[in-house]
């Protein structure tokens, strides 16, 4: 580790240059061309089928960014995806249909998402990924109305309560619930201490403030808030708030080049406090840059799954099976985030075809009907109350080079102390 006598400007500019070289590589998907296949009618199995499903083929729909701030990840979930497709092909489909995925690129910019949107929605007949809040939000109203179930790759609570669109885990707010309980717990913080929470604008910031503001209040803590844009990558000055308002720990809520910048801003000028992500903040290849030495001794991060360094037996093999397709990519959260993503969507469109109806409607009914799902990848899920997230359990995780993902598991998955209460005040 080097010495950290270099002036407060000089990291944020060369860890800036490492992060987002390594966090903005542009990558590429596997895209499938479109055969129409809008017609409604019985196959000759006597299955009904609607957009997206002939007598051959369930065609699925991916609304992904895979060129910008999360592009890395986005990669990771298109190609876990695929991983999941071709395993169910080589196994005789679903209902006796090949899976395809048709893969769209907006790289985060949400009027391209609609568009996308528009291009693709015809002909599919379910999204197991769409990658970010702002794009779900812009697209909510088209996806009830077309009646397309979708797996957002976001997980605010403001996209509950829908039947077509399924949160899948926990929501940010119920994380970051978690967050301060892990706090409180393990790193001595107590009533009258300020926690710093540094989010993004827009509704995942949003939301996981509102999670943290809230336990704040009931362990008798202050939650001194930075806002800030998915553009903003040096977080000197939030820093320098924080350190006035003499924070004992700081949340973050964005995206992994934003907490490389806090943490190692943090630690350039001695505010070495307890840092804690939501899930979307982290990845692999901030391990790579200099910040790796002070996220090692600061940060962890809540999230709704498992590492992917887990000993869970599910976890084990879908790790060994990417690395075997995809021998050049890294292992991240995505990975299990995507193919998660899609065992979860095999099991509606199973237990659709069970009840003899591959229309979309039918597809949205038969995932709603599912109170217990398990594909051994984390916890269990229940679909069956679309104003509640799936779960309520959160992992907490931290970071460690040596490990598959460069993350490891601190704590398994359980529900805080005061989730339930929390989720009866919101919904009442």
Not at 347 to 359: D, F, I, V, Y
Request: aromatic share 4%; glycine share 8%.
């Amino acid at each position: 580790m080097k010495p950290t006598h270099h002036t407060h400007r000089a990291l944020p500019r060369t860890l800036l240059a490492t992060a987002l070289a390594a966090l903005l590589l542009t990558a590429t998907g596997c895209s499938s061309k479109a055969n129409s296949s809008k017609s409604t009618g019985n196959g000759s199995d006597g299955v009904k089928t609607g957009p997206g499903v002939t007598e051959k083929t369930i065609r699925l729909g991916a609304l992904t960014d895979l060129t910008g701030p999360y592009a890395t990840l986005g990669k990771s979930i298109v190609q876990a995806q695929q991983m999941w497709a071709d395993e169910v092909n080589a196994r005789g489909g679903i209902c006796d249909r090949r899976i395809e995925i048709v893969v769209k690129d907006h790289g985060y910019d949400v009027q391209k998402a609609v568009t996308a949107y528009a291009d693709l929605s015809a002909d599919v007949v379910a999204l197991p990924q769409v990658i970010g809040s702002p794009v779900m939000a812009a697209l909510l109203d088209d996806i009830e109305r077309d009646k397309v179930l979708t797996f957002p790759q976001a997980w605010a609570a403001s996209l509950l309560d829908r039947d077509s669109v399924q949160v899948l885990g926990t929501t940010y707010d119920i994380d970051m619930i978690a967050a301060v309980d892990f706090l409180t717990r393990t790193k001595g913080l107590a009533e009258g201490d300020t926690i710093g929470h540094v989010y993004f604008e827009g509704d995942y910031g949003a939301n996981a403030l509102e999670g943290s503001q809230w336990a704040a209040k009931k362990a008798g803590l202050k939650i001194a808030g930075q806002k800030i844009k998915a553009t903003d990558t040096d977080l000197s000055a939030q820093v320098s708030a924080l350190r006035k308002e003499g924070v004992k720990a700081i949340l973050i809520s964005a995206g992994p080049a934003q907490t490389a910048s806090l943490v190692g801003v943090a630690a350039s000028r001695g505010l070495k406090v307890p840092v804690v992500s939501s899930a979307p903040g982290y990845a692999p290849q901030l391990m790579k840059t200099p910040a790796a030495p002070a996220l090692t001794a600061m940060l962890n991060v809540v999230s709704a799954a498992p590492a992917v360094s887990s000993d869970l037996a599910g976890v084990r093999k879908m790790v060994a099976s990417y690395k075997n397709k995809y021998p050049d990519s890294l292992v991240d959260s995505g990975v299990l985030s995507g193919y998660n993503a899609a065992q979860l969507m095999g099991t509606g469109l199973k237990k659709a075809c069970e009840s003899g109806s591959l229309t979309r409607e039918d597809v949205v009914k038969a995932h709603r009907s599912q109170s217990s799902v398990d594909v051994g990848l984390g916890t269990a899920q229940n679909f069956s109350d679309k104003a509640q997230p799936a779960s309520t359990s959160t992992y907490v995780h931290k970071p460690d080079a040596k490990a598959v993902g460069a993350a490891v598991n601190v704590e398994d998955a359980h529900t805080a102390p005061g989730v339930k209460e929390y989720l009866t005040s919101r919904t009442s």
